[in-house]
């Protein structure tokens, strides 16, 4: 199994910046991604962004391209999703995901997932 819990997440005003951190532990990523979704109240969740865990491919919801980042350190277990530049429509909890099939993006094809850490962005 594999366990993830996220953090970084708070209020920040438009224009601003937050960096989330997704800690993961229990069997190994290798083969892995690790992507990042969002849900907004009332709304689907979405995919944001994804990293395959050995070879470093990125994958980006082009609403989030060019103002988004997300990187991982292996000995560190854990995916960074670096956010600037926001926008209140970025306003959601965030969540982690783990997929051993590849960095898509589809929510169907990840298979553990974080609690979510929420992210207020105010105009």
């Known amino acids: 199994q594999v366990q993830l819990v996220e953090s970084g997440g708070g209020l920040v005003q438009a224009g601003g910046s937050l960096r989330l951190s997704c800690a993961a532990s229990?069997?190994?990523?290798?083969?892995?991604?690790v992507g990042w979704f969002r849900q907004a109240p009332g709304k689907e969740r979405e995919f944001v962004a994804a990293?395959?865990?050995?070879?470093?491919?990125?994958n980006y919801a082009d609403s989030v391209k060019g103002r988004f980042t997300i990187s991982r350190v292996n000995a560190k277990r854990t995916v960074y999703l670096q956010m600037n530049s926001l926008k209140p429509e970025d306003t959601a909890v965030y969540y982690c995901?783990?997929?051993?099939?590849?960095?898509?993006?589809?929510?169907?094809?990840?298979?553990?997932w974080g609690q979510g850490t929420q992210v207020t962005v105010s105009s």
């Open positions: 229990g069997r190994t990523l290798n083969g892995y991604a």
């Open positions: 995901a783990a997929s051993k099939y590849g960095s898509g993006t589809a929510g169907d094809e990840y298979n553990y």
């Open positions: 990293v395959s865990w050995s070879g470093g491919t990125t």
